[in-house]
Each structure stands twice: as C-alpha cells, then as structure tokens.
C-alpha cells in the first residue's frame, strides 16, 4: 500500500535523477515496474523500466541509492543482481510519490550469471561417416544455441532443445580436424567442447592372402593374410562358403580350417573407424590322394646297374599330377612334372643297397607312396 514518504527521503531524491519525456498517464502503483516482466530472463546489472506517471517521484532498487524521476516518465534505470545466483530471485523497489506516500513492489526474475553447462556423450574420435552429435546443455535461461565448429568454421547449428548437430564426413579430406561444441546463452556466455577426431575413410590394406585364387587345397588348410591399416585393424573374419568360422583380433591373422567340402571363403577386416575390406578366394577341396595306375620299375630285390630308368601314370580326381619322385635311401634323387613321368637314376652313385619308394603328389599337396623295395646294385 502507499504510505506518506518523510522529509529525509524527499531530501535524498535530489542526490540523483534519471531525465524522461513529460507524459502524463498515471498507473497503479502495482504496475509501476514495465520491464523486466515477471519471471523474465535477466544477467547482471538489469536494466528496470518504469511506466510513465506524473506523480512518481523517485525509485530505490532493491537497497540501492534513492533515484528521483523528473518529468512525467517512462523511465529506465539499473538494478546490480550480477552476485545474485543464477536461479529465481527477487528485488524489491520502493516508490515515492510527489504526494509524500509511497509503495512497494518486489518483482520475480530468472537470474543468469552463469555460463552453460554443455555435455557430449560421444565418446569416438575416429569418424568413417556421418555423424549427428547430441549433447545436452543446462542453463538458467533454457535460451541456449549450440553450434558445431570444424577446424574453427561453424558446420551446423541448433537454438532447441533436443540439440542434433551434424557432422559431415562425405568429402572431407581423411587426417585431423579440431572439433568444437560451443554453447552460448542469451546473454552471450559461452561453454566449450574442444577435441580432436580423425577422418579415417580409407579401408585396411590386406595382402598376401593364401590360399591363392582357384587353390587346391587338403582337408585342413590355414587362410592367413598381412593386413595394415593406418589408424589400427579392428578384427579380421573368416566365411566358408557362408559359414562364419571366426574371429581373429591380433596380427598375424590367420584362421585354421578344417572340412571335406568347400568352394569359396571370404576373408573380412575392419579397421578402428569401421571401414571394411572383403576379399573372396574360390577354392578347391581335395582330401583325396592321387593313384598310380601303372607303373614300370625294377621289383624288390632287384639286382640293377647303370642307369635305371622308373616310368608311371599317376591319377587324380583333380586331373594332372604335378609332381612324381624318386627317392633312394630317404633322399630324393629324381623328379618328374609332366607326363610322360619318366624317373631315371645313376646306380652307380647309390650305395649298393637301395631302399626305393616312389612319391605322386597332387595339386593339394595329397601324396601317394608305394611300398618301399630293396635293390641290389651289381
């Protein structure tokens, strides 16, 4: 309510004035206060605006010096809330009208005088794609921007909360870049994020990988490759004919196969940024040994001199044999890769008794041996 203002505080009104425009319109002393409105948004010193009345005199801000009003109003003055805590809070104004009664009015505000607190979940700093960040801000405004910089440049924006900031990969050039989540509230305070990412958009490098293209191979057979990658190898896989056979973290990498039947494998790597190389071998799987259908050699016991010569016809299910031996003594003293399979050897540079075998290999490595026989060199 009014009430009548004494001789003391109309003496201190002439300490200090604030100038306005004549205008009569007088207002209710409730609705003194124009600006900030209640629960308004404000940040240190505040700028407080009262409504244009005639018999208004003078103002005190909330405990501050006594501020006399010359003219008919309106007026703009300052109110100090820069110690508050951020938060609701409130001032009270005092009013002195030239009546000599006075009133007083407290208004509720939402002080800011804080900076953002800005958070980032994502914890990944080797990027392969696009990315959408999604941080999260508290402030007491809610009036936050967030905005993303790359290498310094704003990328993307957003003024609403949830915050979707986008981070563009495609056409980017692979290495560092500086990446920055900034958020700043509506009276200019700001939080940061900073870190470095990499671009990394080019897949491992894998060679030497075995076995080869259209490779015959046993039963039991190894896949193995050298793999490299600039910014780390994640995992390597292996597929048999679809089949997931594993997993392989560390180098060298290498998978042990074991099956009767297979036509193709698959052979997988991932790097640390989720790139992916596939590679894809057709193979033949061949765990049967080859056959010698014929064969024309001294029989045990033989008594041989001179130059003793071993013809065969080797066969395989894979068709050609690619390697027939003759072996003395554990040694091997001929060899044959072609047809006519023709083995021939000096008698006379073997120890006088010979303990012969003779050896068929296939394109998988399958081998074939006859029955050890004895010859006599005479």
Known sequence: MRRLVTAAVLATVAASSVAAPAQAAQVPWWEAISAPAEYSAVHGVTAVTFAADPDLAAVQLDGGPVVSLDGAGPWTTTVDLSRRPSGLQSFDTTLSYRDGTSASVSRTVLVD???????????????????????????????????LLVDGKVEDSDNATPYYLHFDVYGRRNGTHKLTLRATDAFGQRSEINRTVVVDTTAATVTGLTPAHKAYVRGTFTVAAKVSDAHGVARAELYVDGVYKGRDTTAPYSFKVTTR??????????????????????????????????????????????????????????????RAELVINGKVVARATRFPYRLKVRTGTQSRTMKVRIRVYDRAGNVTTTKTRTWYRR
């Open 113 to 147: 005088n804080d900076r953002p607190v800005l958070r980032d979940g994502t914890k990944t700093t080797l990027f392969n794609q696009d990315t959408t960040f999604r941080p999260t801000v508290s402030d007491a405004s809610d009036q936050v921007t967030v905005d």
């Open 261 to 322: 039947q297979a036509s193709w494998y698959q052979f997988n790597v991932f790097d640390k940024a989720g790139n992916f190389t596939s590679i894809e071998r057709h193979i033949f799987v061949d765990t049967q040994a080859p056959k010698i259908k014929k064969l024309k050699a001294p029989k045990d016991k033989a008594r041989v001199r001179g130059t003793v010569s071993v013809t065969l016809q080797p066969d395989d299910d894979f068709g050609v044999v690619p």
